[in-house]
């Protein structure tokens, strides 16, 4: 089959979507003990009566699956019933694991992951190492807390949630990124190993959730087998990790590498957060302060702050980097307030430190965020709405937990309020999208492309060049309205033929519509392909046809490019396509589509 060139592909079957974009333009208002040195301390089991408070909970959850744990979970298994004991939970709440060090090769370790909400979520508890049993508890970085009570509504009368006794306070930046924990653990032999995990991971590894193994490798410059304290090649940045009794440094993976909420002036950098020491307690490591704007103090005295002050200083702060991101927008023309790399800053964290500067407990991390990034997304449920839900759902299925009403609100921290308003809309923007690892296609099986671009970007074109080859395509021009191609795409598949979406596709909303069908029909694989064309170009397009359906002039078609131009947003890695391809230009179109397997190679 001849290639058809890029830039003389054209295609404007989009007319019929403008009713349909026009009526939802307007969105809806939503009116420690002491530990030996393998960090593993005597644990007390609960009584039984404790665990009936996580009952509700293991309803919840009692579909989940974990592959690695089933049928081996046995609770006559010693090491599984001490783990179990070492984190307060049930079986349910604990994932087993077996699994080679990618940072120390041919290390092999078997242990089990905390699942528990709470500040021992995703802790290890180690059982073997290269086979030979040791038993070795090693911390997660804990999750923050909100200080403050109430809604931003009156936001100058919240006041601080009931905080624990402490001498100190220490306030750090808060990096938006992806956390890494570095930790050390034991062979029986005496041996220390140096290796890293995510929050919902026993290692770092590649994968659909993000290549974190070969970016921490990157960022550190690691080229060596193996990562112990006292390796010569030791990346300055773990400099900490030789120090005998810190088990585990805490740090955030972060920049235009790595493409978060806040946009970073650099590609790539591991922040430090904290250390964390044998017996759980942690050390935070400050930090300079972030130079977009005036800060919290670094560290105060507890006796300078009563309750009230400090809840007026944490006021101050918020309005202060709301307004510094507010500006940030501005300055750099950027229409929404929930986007990837749409704030300068995302807050800071707030530590109560004892007087030795150890944080008084692991439930002792407050999180100050503006109120842009902590509670504004809720005041409309529009695109960057539905992202932050997304993210949220995506941090649930990689710690291997069930997505359901209990776990997204715990995630997207939300009371019983908000989640009355916009808990339908949430549970339906995730409805039908599938953890990373499960979304690929058998040989044979029917796939779903998704087609993405402003009128005239070439979508049409590509389309007609599957159906050549079998595809069946779904165009609104031709059908007339969405639920017809709602309804077409669903014949198609239950005759198990794959579907090309011949469509503008240009928000979240827009594009779920397909994912959720071809759930429905047990299709694995829905890819996306953005035909990124300048709107410039897919006006002058315009100008030399003649004889379209619908768009009668080259004015009135600009003005269609246009409106579709300001309402498209960028396509998410969040909203559970296999694969996003992006293509500019004629090269990059046919090197998609080869990789694709749509096209033959001649």
Known sequence: MSATPFSALADFGEEEEIDEIINNVEQ???????????GFTEVKKKKA???????GDDRAKGNQKNKNAKGKNDRNDPDLSTAMAAFDCNQTQLAKFEKTDPLNFGTDVRGFICKKDGPMMGSLFLTHVNDAPYQQLIYGTPKTQFPLRGSDEDEGQRR???LPKFDQICFTTKWNGTNILFFK????????YISAKTRGTAFLEDGASGNFLSLVKQCLKIESSFLTPMSSDLPQELIYMRTPNVQCMSMELVGRDVPHLVRYNFNLKLEPLFLSYMDGSISPIMNPTDPNFPTLPTLVPSSQWNYDDLAREIHQYRQEAFRVNEKFRQENSLKTRTWFEHFAVEGHVMYLLN?????????????IKPKDIATSHWEIYDHGTQLIVLEAMHKILDRGEQVNKESLQVELNLNDVVWEQFGKDIIDTCHGITKPSDRSAAPGAPRVLVLL??????KSTVAKRLVEMGWDRVNQDEMGTRPACERAMQESLKKNRSVVVDRCNFDIAQRHTWIQIAHKFKVTQVDALHLKVPAEVCKERLKTRKDHPTIKDAIEGANIIDKFGNMFREVSPYEGFANIYVASNDAELEAILKTLNLIEII
């Open 49 to 55: 009566g404790d665990n009936r408070r996580n009952q």
């Open 185 to 192: 653990y034991h062979g029986a032999q005496g041996e220390t």
């Open 355 to 367: 007087e030795q500067g150890l944080a008084v407990s692991r439930e002792s991390l407050y999180k």
């Open 28 to 38: 809806t208002k939503i009116s420690s003990s002491p530990t030996d040195g393998d």
């Open 453 to 458: 671009g402003i009128p005239g970007s070439g």
């Open 160 to 162: 601080l949630v009931t």
